[in-house]
């Protein structure tokens, strides 16, 4: 077993079908709160939000906004796809 990233090293622990369930569950639950308004989560989203905030947690800014400025390296132009 190689685990010489952080990724590889995220991805062992978080196995794909943890994503999926907390998807799963989150329709599940909105469609329980609002039958008329689903939120269709998707897995890509989950992981993306718990990027976010592993990046947050990680990365001290002094101002939220910060961290979706291009000047500290955040391109929003740019298309951050699902690996």
Known sequence: ??????????????????????????????????ISKPANIRTGDIKKYIGICIYMSVINMSNIRRYWSEHYGFDKNKNYNER
């Open 1 to 34: 077993m190689e685990l010489s990233t952080p990724y590889q090293f995220f991805r062992y622990f978080s196995p794909m079908n943890y994503f999926q369930r907390i998807a799963d569950e989150s329709n599940l639950y909105s469609i329980q709160k609002n």
